[in-house]
């Protein structure tokens, strides 16, 4: 990823670009991608990364649940 992005409307809307270096910055900007993301969003995620991080970013439980299924099946595919 690179570390300054112009993140697209439907995911951010309350600033025209995120810092990916910053710690704080990524973790918002996955749950953003994850919450409000499309298919096209969600592949530039790493998904290593947001199966370390699920557990904390808040998502609503619906989400968490299909997120965590999705992640579990990934590994069984392996």
């Known amino acids: ?6 993140p697209p409307r439907h995911i951010v ?14 973790w918002w900007y996955i749950r953003q991608v994850l919450l409000y993301g ?6 530039t995620l790493n998904l290593d ?4 991080l699920l557990d904390d970013l808040g998502l609503p ?13 990934r590994h069984a595919k392996r």
């Not at 990823?1 to 112009?6: A, C, G």
């Not at 499309?38 to 592949?43: V, Y």
């Open 13 to 26: 809307w309350s600033t025209d670009m995120v810092d990916l270096s910053d710690p704080f910055q990524r």
């Open 1 to 6: 990823m690179k570390t300054r992005i112009h």
């Open 38 to 43: 499309r298919a096209e969003d969600i592949r």
């Open 61 to 73: 439980s619906h989400l968490h649940s299909l997120w965590k299924m999705f992640l579990e099946h």
């Open 49 to 52: 990364e947001v199966e370390a």
